[in-house]
């Protein structure tokens, strides 16, 4: 590599693709993956189950950490994982059409592809980030935050969005569910491929000196107890995560169960869209709508002190489930109601999910500035998958509109607990 490339931000077009390259796979096992399961005949409860395991690997995201590190190489890693993840796209589409009899075996070979999905898609987002700062300096990573965040929410637009249409537009063509998810895989391995193969090219060797640690699973292990073990030693610790976890309930069980009452049918309690509605509302709009909440409020927290938003943050998060409380009263008469509903309540979340920074911030302590990239996405996965895995059955025995009033209900109760908790300390 030539001289002052590594500080030059010229030539860096890799940037954009590579982290939007990683929104495909992430975004097929984080929304897409519920609807495939409902497609497949998989039940509410069942269908939730598994699509909460999926965020298994992420929340084990910062064991890998180290032993990721250790491996070095991160271009080759990103190269062949991405390959791999081609590969798996492929084997995915191959099981919808090779196996689709309503039997518990066909519904697990759809989850052991997804996770072994979700488990490199993990594995190269901790690549990804390494292979970035190893790249650039600091001037020049903050240089291209921007980019980085349009290309991934762009990627996951137009692969929660586009692909979902694309699917049940094939739907009405074909009249054959299996065939439909088919050829929307082959179209998702095909977008990566291009990625992955632009990526062999794209990728430079990072600069001259680059160390590649060797080191076992087991020494990564005990590296991330270690840190662990600081965190433990934090004043309070165990209690902020306990406030989080409720401030973000509400969130959980509503993460998978505003799918189930978009797509179920108007018999059960639900709105009975397409794919085609669910796409451009939950798809396109929602994660645009996640996206403005999400950047907003952390702009917000720049120019205002936390101490004084915290509250308006909190008070956010518990909206959503009161936004499709209403929809089981006044279901929406058009696309563009649903629209507005949708675009409310995710903006809600993305606003609001900004105050869970200040926890990660609180646990991980100033001294370990760089724990706080790794311990954010694990943290946020271990407290909402429970109440998202969950969801599904408590929809299944309570009913939407009964789900949605007892999901609405507590949000208060998880406010008054984080004042009774004085978690005021966070914020100091």
Known sequence: MQKGTRNSPAGHWWVGTLFGAEEIPAAIVTYVAML?????????????????LLFLPWVLKSFMRQRVRRLGYFRLQLQWLELSLVLLLMLLAFVFVGYYPRVLTYHFSIFANLFLISLLTAWHELAARMYYERMFRPR???????????????????????????????????????????????????????FALWHLYALRRPPVGDPHLQGSAMQAVKAEIEVIDRIRRKPYWLRCVGVLALLLLPQGLMFYSRVLFLLSPTSGGGLGCTLIDLGFAQGT???????????????????????????????????????YLLMTFEPPTSLLTLCMATFQAQFFFGFGLNLAMHFVRYISG?????????????????????????????????????FFLLDALLAPLAWLVAWASRCRFILS
């Open 36 to 52: 495939m399961f409902l497609q497949a005949d998989a039940g509410a409860a069942l269908a939730t189950g598994y699509c909460g």
């Open 140 to 194: 020049l990573q903050r240089l291209f935050n921007g980019p980085k965040i349009v290309a991934s929410q762009s990627a996951a637009v137009l692969t929660y969005g586009l692909l979902i249409m694309f699917v049940g537009a094939l739907q009405v063509i074909y009249r054959r569910i299996p065939r439909s998810w088919n050829e929307g895989c082959y179209l998702a391995a095909g977008l990566l491929l291009i």
């Open 285 to 323: 709009i929602g994660v645009i709508a996640f996206s403005v909440g999400l950047l907003l409020g952390r702009q917000l927290v720049r120019w205002v002190e936390m101490q004084r938003v915290f509250w308006w943050m909190a008070v956010a998060l518990g909206l959503s489930p009161l936004i």
């Open 366 to 402: 100033e001294r370990y500035r760089n724990t706080i990239n790794y311990l954010y996405i694990p943290l946020i996965a271990f407290v909402l998958l429970p109440p998202m895995a969950l969801s599904g059955w408590l929809v299944t025995e309570l009913g939407f509109r009964h």
